[in-house]
């Protein structure tokens, strides 16, 4: 047998309970941690029911449930900026926190599960689309999940979508990634934006400043889309009309040539 042994071989690893009774974190908080994908799953497992994990966890679960409480940061925020590996600087968590209250005061308040939002006309082969293209992520799982928040108001309008008749075939779910795409390379100029512009000189009005940017961002983008549908419309039309008559001519001159 070798004489070093692997990290967690070498670390003493905990229960559920004592990672809980070290972090102050109730044991129910960090299963939701886990199904949310913010902590690595289980150091060892030696049956369903009983799962060890590494003690250095402790920092990590702290520091999520300081940002949920000091700075109000939905989980989905926190995900992606751990993801990304951005440090929380003083500017960024302001700025982050800001936005979060945006976004919470303008979601749905309540809350719906699986089996209440598929009565309601979402079909299930959309809410597994969304799923997984991580447009809505549910607490819980299985029969037990729950839809709140932005997510909620993302079904609720497909479920609409659907009710007028526009089906699968007109408006398949799987061309939200298009648009996901295409929202993301706006979001990240937005960001980039205010962070270049904004965050160097807004001083103590950080905060304000970017909960002012975030609405007023929202209907700038709504105004100048509306801006842009009728010119955008025709020069669809243009270029379709202009693939058509070079389609003729080319239809024309090949019949020509075979007489």
Known sequence: MSARKSKSEATELVKMSTLAKLSGVPAATIKHYLREGLLPPPAKRTSRNMAFYDPEL???IQSIKALQREHFLPL???KEMMEEGHAM???EATTAASIAKVLQRSAPKQSRSRAELLESGVAEGDLEMMKSLRLVSP???GSEEEYSGDDLALLRLLGRARKVGISPEMLPTNILADYLEAIRALVRTELALFRTGVVPLAGESLGDLA????ELSEQLVVLIR???LLPTLRQLEAESAGKSKTAKKRT??????KR
């Open 76 to 78: 989905k925020v926190i």
């Open 139 to 141: 607490d819980g799982s």
């Open 226 to 228: 509306r801006r842009l």
């Open 89 to 91: 600087v003083d500017s």
């Open 252 to 257: 024309t001159k090949a019949a020509s040539r």
């Open 211 to 214: 909960e002012d940017a975030t």
């Open 58 to 60: 402790v920092s990590r």
